[in-house]
């Protein structure tokens, strides 16, 4: 069924981005219809609803450390979710725009049948396949994981059984949000329960659409750079070609238009980004912090410290997934100009060795992703809050 539906997602009219604008879709981010559009942002309100009962449940737990870190890890994910869900649905004629303009760009290249540049298109296509689902598996065992934890725990500990069975404890929460009913048994209970088991889903359905739309965009980004540096060293091909004046500036055109829209929408996708890279960069610290602590409290049981690991690691995942590609944009940005001199330039005539410097010159811009006004994206950034987040975990233990 999943390989179907793989299959199915699958649109030669965007070779891309056929699987990503499936799942916006399935996933209520990316719908026409007015009516279902209006039912799904009744779900994103709702959404928006659990996420101001969790802060309200924070305020009233304050006083009990180990449940109000363990709720405050939760609501600062529900709140990137619920700012991702709003990115998407808010600005979708933005988003529309660019994917507009990374299918109609790949589709103009594939048409021109050159082996060498659909070879390049070929395979970052193929890498973003394998990112994205190899990403959506990880959402999706994360949302298992978590739905399921009380279960475990409550299963794992025979004396919490006890206590729950005695009125000791309540039954355990996969979240702890704030109702207006009693919450801890009977009906209300299982109400809740089913609410939190949707907002997990929900969360991961909100996640996994829009990180592997923002890392598949950026993966695009990179591989047509390598399409631009190809294209820059084939100028003159290999020297001995025979081309009027005419032609050699429409070539030198056509790299320096394929820059320049690159940068544009490059900008467009930081600006669309970088907001919510900003917001999540400072509630990345606070949630792995609260996780560590978690970690490190005595009378955590094994299949808590289970739950926190796999948790961390979907945190980290997700910051390494934007440094990693937005690195990977930045240094090839860098680098594209060397195509330029790679190319046979020292069979052109001197007014045209002027116009491929200018070139040269213009292909220097760096493409450059931020988390807001103060942080890059790049992997300088993720060694550092890795550094961070291993200092603070240690400490933890110390103490």
């Not at 394929?258 to 970088?274: G, R």
């Not at 792995?288 to 009378?299: P, R, V």
Request: aromatic residues 14%.
């Amino acid at each position: 069924m999943v390989f179907k539906f793989l299959n199915v997602s699958e649109d030669p009219n965007n070779p891309l981005l056929g699987p990503i604008i499936s799942m916006l879709r399935y996933g209520g981010l990316w719908e026409k219809d007015r009516l279902k559009n209006f039912l799904h942002n009744l779900v994103h309100f709702v959404a928006f609803i659990l996420v101001l009962s969790q802060y309200v449940e924070l305020w009233v737990i304050r006083n009990d450390l180990e449940m109000a870190m363990r709720n405050l890890s939760l609501t600062m994910l529900s709140t990137v979710c619920v700012f991702k869900a709003c990115n998407l649905v808010f600005w979708q004629n933005t988003w529309k725009e660019l994917f507009d303009y990374v299918s109609e760009l790949e589709r103009s290249q594939l048409a021109k049948k050159d082996d060498a540049i659909n070879k390049i298109i070929f395979k970052y296509v193929q890498y973003a396949r394998r990112v994205t689902y190899l990403y959506w598996s990880l959402v999706t065992a994360t949302v298992v994981i978590v739905s399921l934890a009380p279960l475990l725990i409550y299963w794992s500990s025979p004396t919490y059984r006890h206590n729950i069975r005695n009125g000791t404890l309540p039954y355990p929460e996969i979240m702890s949000s704030w109702t207006p009913f009693d919450r801890t048994r009977g009906i209300g209970f299982w109400v809740a329960t089913f609410y939190q088991m949707s907002a997990c889903v929900y969360g991961g359905i909100v996640v996994a659409n829009f990180d592997s739309t923002a890392v598949v965009i950026m993966t695009f980004f990179a591989g047509q750079l390598k399409v631009l540096s190809a294209n820059c060293s084939r100028l003159f091909g290999d020297g001995n070609e025979l081309i009027n004046y005419d032609e050699t500036v429409k070539r030198i055109k056509e790299c320096h238009l394929h820059h320049l829209y690159l940068v544009k929408y490059a900008a467009v996708l930081n600006s669309l980004l970088s907001p919510v890279m900003f917001l999540y960069v400072i509630i990345c610290s606070l949630m792995i912090c609260a996780s560590a602590a978690q970690l490190t409290t005595e009378g955590t049981t094994t299949m808590q410290q289970i739950w926190i690991a796999e948790y961390l690691m979907a945190l980290i995942a997700q910051l390494f997934l934007y440094c990693w590609h937005s690195n990977d944009v930045l240094y090839l940005s860098n680098q594209v100009d060397d195509g330029v001199y790679s190319s046979a330039w020292w069979s052109q005539n001197v007014r045209t060795r002027r116009s491929l410097l200018l070139l040269g010159g213009q292909l220097r811009k760096p493409i450059v992703f931020k988390a807001g006004p103060f942080t890059k994206l790049n992997m300088a950034t993720f060694i550092l809050k890795g550094s961070y987040s291993y200092y603070t975990l240690v400490a933890k233990k110390e103490d």
